[in-house]
């Protein structure tokens, strides 16, 4: 319910901002395209805001039943090991606390209690965590059971190799860190060039172009047609630099997110970072230099 009211609040929001940039766009008077642009992405972002914020949260959510699945593994290693069986094991474990798995644990401890066999609980609680790891961890317990192997022994592997995933994703972002932020230097360079090629390289070449017929004049041109063909209005580059811009950060902190998560899913946040940076940098720095 909280998630629906932040959404319609965002959603009015940036309507409202939208409205309001509207205003500076068609009335002559106070027309400007800087302010109109300027107000215009903050209302998209902040229409957008909640939704962003909203994976953010889903995607902490699943990185922490993983981590919280290997302390649940362990522990029902270790309570196997002490001579407990499996179901009685889960059981036990209800109470504990597990972060955001609680819920599936307890779930999966309640189905058991009412006669669910512990295959088809495991393959449930599975599922319902919607986490790759755990799924391919539940799928490599139920399988080996099958084959008739020993449970003390498959949960054992199957703890060793959820530990050694969740290692490897650890060393993997700590790899991937540094290139990261490289990526947000390179952005934010990449959006000082446009601002400086619109505000002071585009302006120049305005009037060299715009230079009149009797000085620069091409001889025998019809007219008297200038070098740059009449001028070249720097204002007419505005929305296509800031659209580069955009999206050059929407798809850089896809690449971003795959990279250091290996999921283009956790690029959402960058991308949004990074469009943000671009709307208010972008057009900010021409309404202050303006």
Same mark, same amino acid.
């Given at each position: 319910?909280?998630?629906?009211?932040?959404?319609?609040?965002?959603?009015?929001?940036?309507?409202?901002?939208?409205?309001?940039?509207?205003?500076?766009?068609?009335?002559?008077?106070?027309?400007?395209?800087?302010?109109?642009?300027?107000?215009?992405?903050?209302?998209?972002?902040?229409?957008?805001?909640?939704?962003?914020?909203?994976?953010?949260?889903? =995607?902490?959510? *699943? &990185?922490? +039943?993983? @981590?919280?699945?290997?302390?649940?593994?362990?522990?029902? %290693? /270790?309570?196997?090991?002490?001579?407990?069986?499996?179901?009685?094991?889960?059981?036990?474990?209800?109470?504990?606390?597990?972060?955001?798995?609680?819920?599936?644990?307890?779930?999966?401890?309640?189905?058991?209690?009412?006669?669910?066999?512990?295959?088809?609980?495991?393959?449930?609680?599975?599922?319902?965590?919607?986490?790759?790891?755990?799924?391919?961890?539940?799928?490599?317990?139920?399988?080996?059971?099958?084959?008739?192997?020993?449970?003390?022994?498959?949960?054992?592997?199957?703890?060793?190799?959820? =530990?050694?995933? *969740? &290692?490897? +994703?650890? @060393?993997?972002?700590?790899?991937?860190?540094?290139?990261? %932020? /490289?990526?947000?230097?390179?952005?934010?360079?990449?959006?000082?060039?446009?601002?400086?090629?619109?505000?002071?390289?585009?302006?120049?070449?305005?009037?060299?172009?715009?230079?009149?017929?009797?000085?620069?004049?091409?001889?025998?041109?019809?007219?008297?047609?200038?070098?740059?063909?009449?001028?070249?209005?720097?204002?007419?580059?505005?929305?296509?630099?800031?659209?580069?811009?955009?999206?050059?950060?929407?798809?850089?902190?896809?690449?971003?997110?795959?990279?250091?998560?290996?999921?283009?899913?956790?690029?959402?946040?960058?991308?949004?970072?990074?469009?943000?940076?671009?709307?208010?940098?972008?057009?900010?720095?021409?309404?202050?230099?303006?």
């Amino acid at each position: 319910m909280e998630l629906k009211k932040e959404i319609l609040f965002g959603i009015v929001g940036g309507i409202l901002i939208i409205g309001l940039s509207l205003v500076f766009y068609l009335i002559p008077e106070i027309k400007n395209t800087n302010i109109f642009y300027f107000l215009f992405g903050v209302g998209i972002l902040i229409i957008f805001l909640p939704f962003v914020i909203n994976s953010i949260l889903q =995607s902490k959510e *699943e &990185k922490e +039943k993983d @981590e919280m699945f290997l302390e649940f593994a362990r522990s029902l %290693v /270790e309570s196997v090991d002490s001579g407990t069986p499996i179901s009685k094991s889960i059981v036990n474990m209800k109470a504990k606390n597990f972060g955001s798995l609680s819920p599936h644990i307890e779930k999966l401890a309640n189905q058991i209690e009412l006669g669910i066999p512990v295959k088809e609980a495991l393959e449930t609680f599975a599922y319902d965590t919607n986490s790759r790891t755990i799924i391919r961890a539940i799928t490599l317990i139920r399988e080996a059971e099958k084959t008739g192997g020993n449970i003390n022994t498959i949960l054992e592997s199957v703890a060793s190799s959820v =530990s050694e995933i *969740e &290692k490897l +994703k650890s @060393e993997r972002r700590a790899a991937i860190s540094s290139i990261v %932020v /490289e990526g947000y230097i390179i952005f934010f360079i990449f959006i000082i060039i446009m601002i400086v090629m619109e505000i002071q390289i585009l302006p120049m070449t305005a009037n060299i172009s715009g230079l009149s017929g009797s000085s620069a004049a091409i001889p025998g041109a019809p007219g008297g047609i200038g070098l740059g063909g009449g001028g070249v209005n720097p204002a007419e580059f505005s929305f296509a630099f800031l659209a580069l811009l955009v999206t050059q950060g929407l798809f850089a902190g896809l690449v971003i997110g795959k990279l250091a998560e290996g999921s283009v899913k956790y690029g959402i946040k960058h991308s949004f970072i990074m469009v943000a940076m671009a709307v208010l940098i972008s057009t900010g720095a021409k309404i202050i230099l303006a």
